[in-house]
């Protein structure tokens, strides 16, 4: 995994994505202390197509989300 200052990616973004499809990561450093504030990755390494497991629950039982639900934001955290 290569670091590259904030300065640098944005002077050479188009050749660092290149890099990045081959399968390079970058670790992204911002100021003067050079701290590590992000990870640039390939999208095939952070994609998570794996199903979720029950755990204890495995095989206990079933749930189905319909293609028709719907709701809203102030729905979901009770607004």
Known sequence: MQSIQVG???HELSSVLEMVKSGQEFVVEFGRKHQPVAVI???SHYKNDKQREF???QNKGTFEIKKDFEISDE???GL
């Open 41 to 43: 990755l390939p999208y």
């Open 8 to 10: 640098q990616l944005k």
């Open 75 to 77: 729905e979901l955290v």
């Open 55 to 57: 755990g204890i629950l």
